[in-house]
Nanobody
Framework: QVQLVESGGGLVQPGDSLRLSCAASRGTFGEYAMAWFRQAPGKEREFVGAVLYVGGLTSYEDSVEGRFIISRDNLKNTFDLQMNSLEVTDTAVYYC??????????????????WGQGTQVTVSS
């Protein structure tokens, strides 16, 4: 079992960049596929992007494609989300998640096995 901890959230202005990180406080990412989700007030949890265990294959939600970049370092046991050109609509709590099947590139939150506690990102002028 792995415990995930997100960091890097904060308050930024539209157009700014922010980098979120996800670390394993217990265990390792192992051979899990990793994903970022977000949840805005009053809305359902939304898929942001995911990356396979190996090979670097990624998938992004349409509204962040070209602005957000997911990366992982299996040796360092880290998983990051680089967010560029942030918009007010990106405001949400961001969660990292792990899927036991390292080759599962799914957008369905219910299929992920482990979750972090979330980190708040607020984009406001």
């Amino acid at each position: 079992q792995v415990q995930l901890v997100e960091s890097g959230g904060g308050l930024v202005q539209p157009g700014d960049s922010l980098r979120l990180s996800c670390a394993a406080s217990r265990g390792t990412f192992g051979e899990y596929a990793m994903a970022w989700f977000r949840q805005a007030p009053g809305k359902e949890r939304e898929f942001v992007g995911a990356v396979l265990y190996v090979g670097g294959l990624t998938s992004y939600e349409d509204s962040v494609e070209g602005r957000f970049i997911i990366s992982r370092d299996n040796l360092k046991n880290t998983f990051d989300l680089q967010m560029n050109s942030l918009e007010v609509t990106d405001t949400a709590v961001y969660y990292c998640a792990a899927h036991r099947n390292g080759y599962a590139l799914t957008k369905q939150a219910i299929q992920y096995d482990y979750w972090g506690q979330g980190t708040q990102v607020t984009v406001s002028s």
